[in-house]
């Protein structure tokens, strides 16, 4: 089991750090974007994560984009995948999930056009996986918020982070031990993956993979 190598909450924690990194940027001025905010912080967990080794433990990671123009994600609601692979001697799984991001500023209310398109967007990714989440970017951080809770909401939401949700690390944490994530949602190469990301129509993907160092 993955638990025996204790690499979950170290891996984790450096997935967390990467991705904060992105949010001061966002306080510091310096991303205005939704598209920006994804494409760095995944950016980020890449430069973190390949080549991080950790009790034997060697992660690698990559992230495929498409640069091509138009936003593909608006027909299937995903912004991006994330597709983890552990290849260990006792424990080998391999699955993913979907996520939309939304970028909003903290006290502010959610527009209802917004936040019914958020719903429309949830509903497409869930029509692919139960596996899709919702990443909410403001300068209090990234909390993420599983599709299924915002679809189910029958009244709009003046706010997302009214929503239950999780801290990056402790969703990661999740994703690691197997409480989440699709085995749909895996390829066996990385031209597999550039196929997965096409049929998915998203335009971001992240790969990390764990392995013996």
């Given at each position: 089991?993955?638990?025996?190598?204790?690499?979950?909450?170290?891996?984790?924690?450096?997935?967390?750090?990467?991705?904060?990194?992105?949010?001061?940027?966002?306080?510091?001025?310096?991303?205005?974007?939704?598209?920006?905010?994804?494409?760095?912080?995944?950016?980020?967990?890449?430069?973190?994560?390949?080549g991080?080794?950790?009790?034997?433990?060697?992660?690698?990671?990559?992230?495929?984009?498409?640069?091509?123009?138009?936003?593909?994600?608006?027909?299937?609601?995903?912004?991006?995948?994330?597709?983890?692979?552990?290849?260990l001697?006792?424990?080998?799984?391999?699955?993913?999930?979907?996520?939309?991001?939304?970028?909003?500023?903290?006290?502010?209310?959610?527009?209802?056009?917004?936040?019914?398109?958020?719903?429309?967007?949830?509903?497409?990714?869930?029509?692919?996986?139960?596996?899709?989440?919702?990443?909410?970017?403001?300068?209090?951080g990234?909390?993420v918020?599983?599709?299924?809770?915002?679809?189910?909401?029958?009244?709009?939401?003046?706010?997302?982070?009214?929503?239950?949700?999780?801290?990056?690390?402790?969703?990661?944490?999740?994703?690691?031990?197997?409480?989440?994530?699709?085995?749909r949602?895996?390829?066996?190469?990385?031209?597999?993956?550039?196929?997965?990301?096409?049929?998915?129509?998203?335009?971001?993907?992240?790969?990390?993979?764990?392995?013996?160092?």
């Open positions: 089991m993955i638990k025996a190598h204790g690499i979950v909450r170290a891996a984790a924690n450096r997935v967390a750090q990467a991705a904060e990194r992105t949010v001061q940027a966002l306080s510091d001025d310096r991303i205005e974007q939704e598209p920006a905010f994804t494409d760095r912080m995944l950016g980020h967990i890449e430069e973190a994560m390949n991080f080794v950790t009790k034997g433990i060697k992660w690698e990671a990559k992230t495929l984009t498409d640069r091509a123009p138009g936003a593909q994600e608006t027909r299937h609601g995903a912004d991006f995948i994330g597709v983890l692979h552990v290849s001697p006792d424990y080998t799984v391999k699955k993913g999930f979907l996520a939309q991001a939304k970028l909003v500023k903290p006290g502010a209310q959610f527009p209802l056009r917004d936040w019914r398109n958020l719903q429309d967007q949830c509903a497409k990714m869930l029509a692919l996986s139960p596996d899709s989440y919702v990443f909410i970017y403001s300068t209090l990234i909390h918020i599983p599709a299924t809770s915002i679809r189910a909401a029958r009244h709009w939401a003046g706010q997302p982070h009214d929503f239950y949700s999780r801290t990056v690390q402790r969703f990661f944490e999740e994703h690691f031990e197997s409480f989440i994530g699709d085995a949602i895996s390829a066996p190469s990385i031209e597999a993956l550039e196929r997965l990301r096409q049929e998915f129509q998203t335009r971001r993907l992240l790969y990390l993979e764990a392995s013996l160092a």
